[in-house]
Antibody
Framework: EVQLVESGGGLVQPGGSLRLSCAAS????????MSWVRQAPGKGLEWVAN????????NYVDSVKGRFTISRDNAKNSLYLQMNSLRAEDTAVYYC??????????WGQGTLVTVSS | DIQMTQSPSSLSASVGDRVTITCRAS??????LGWYQQKPGKAPKRLIY???SLQSGVPSRFSGSGSETEFTLTISSLQPEDFATYYC?????????FGGGTKVEIK
């Protein structure tokens, strides 16, 4: 059974940091581009970042460039998102997703990040 | 950035109705588009990939068409479990961009 399980969300103050993790199982993690997608409360979906199968290429939406870093550890079947200098507008459910542009795609259930004082 | 304009933003329909949702891209994206269904509190689920290919396990009442700048998701006969929000996603160029969503509600 394919599983993507996000963790690391929570309440953080503006300007703070948080590291999200996504543990993958049931598919060949090292063969998939991986992405983070977020959804602010009551809003639509927003792609945040992705990373190539071997970690050699990373792409970000402009609003997080210089603040967020995506990474992966294929030996641990894990995806990460380091989030620094967090803002209120970063408040969202963060999903990890595999293969957005591929024939097969998998999504986690999401982890909530709340940025508030 | 490629803008994905999705319409309508919401619609009311009855069980058995034929429903059509459109996404327009601000520039040509070949067929690099997927359609997703999302129910409240749940992760999105992809229905269609490559604009017109049905994802494995998805009912055949869902279909997609289009290329370059104009895309359509059609539900041929709306079922009770289809009431949800639908999104398109282009993966032709960065940043990847979603349409604004279409909420399908019960009439």
């Amino acid at each position: 059974e394919v599983q993507l399980v996000e963790s690391g969300g929570g309440l953080v103050q503006p300007g703070g940091s948080l590291r999200l993790s996504c543990a993958a199982s049931g598919f060949t993690f090292s063969s998939y581009w991986m992405s983070w997608v977020r959804q602010a409360p009551g809003k639509g979906l927003e792609w945040v970042a992705n990373i190539k199968v071997d970690g050699s290429e990373k792409n970000y939406v402009d609003s997080v460039k210089g603040r967020f870093t995506i990474s992966r550890d294929n030996a641990k079947n894990s995806l990460y998102l380091q989030m620094n200098s967090l803002r209120a507008e970063d408040t969202a459910v963060y999903y990890c997703a595999a293969g957005l542009g591929a024939t097969g795609t998998y999504w986690g259930q999401g982890t909530l990040v709340t940025v508030s004082s | 950035d490629i803008q994905m304009t999705q319409s309508p933003s919401s619609l009311s329909a009855s069980v058995g109705d034929r429903v059509t949702i459109t996404c327009r891209a601000s520039q040509g994206i070949r067929n690099d588009l997927g359609w997703y269904q999302q129910k409240p509190g749940k992760a999105p689920k992809r229905l269609i990939y490559a604009a017109s290919s049905l994802q494995s396990g998805v009912p055949s009442r869902f279909s997609g068409s289009g290329s370059e700048t104009e895309f359509t998701l059609t539900i041929s006969s709306l079922q009770p479990e289809d009431f949800a929000t639908y999104y398109c996603l282009q993966h032709n160029s960065y940043p990847l961009t979603f349409g604004g969503g279409t909420k399908v509600e019960i009439k």
